[in-house]
């Protein structure tokens, strides 16, 4: 059964730093397109930043220059580097792995972004 697991969310301080990651078991993120998403309370979900099998990447324009998707093919993990992080920041975060057949999706881990 596909797995996504997410870890290294928490509570940091404006202008701080998280790195997320995302873990997947029995699916190879390296030739799927994974996406980080976030919902924050009483808000859709929206995409974050996504990672194609070929290593292009897109951000959404509230977080271009700040955060950074990247993959480690050997340890199968996508991660979420944030930098500069600012109370709007604040949400779940999920990944996303766009299988052959449906998307798969991991549990979440908050973030919140408060002084």
């Known amino acids: 059964q596909v797995q996504l697991v997410e870890s290294g969310g928490g509570l940091v301080q404006p202008g701080g730093s998280l790195r997320l990651s995302c873990a997947a078991s029995r699916i190879m993120v390296s030739i799927y397109t994974v996406g980080w998403y976030r919902q924050a309370p009483g808000k859709q979900r929206e995409l974050v930043a996504a990672i194609t099998s070929g290593g292009s990447t897109n951000y959404a324009d509230s977080v271009k220059g700040r955060f950074t998707i990247s993959r480690d093919n050997a340890k199968n993990t996508v991660y979420l580097q944030m930098n500069s992080l600012k109370p709007e920041d604040t949400a779940v975060y999920y990944c996303?792995?766009?299988?052959?057949?449906?998307?798969?999706w991991g549990q979440g881990t908050q973030v919140t972004v408060s002084s």
């Open positions: 996303n792995i766009q299988g052959p057949i449906r998307g798969y």
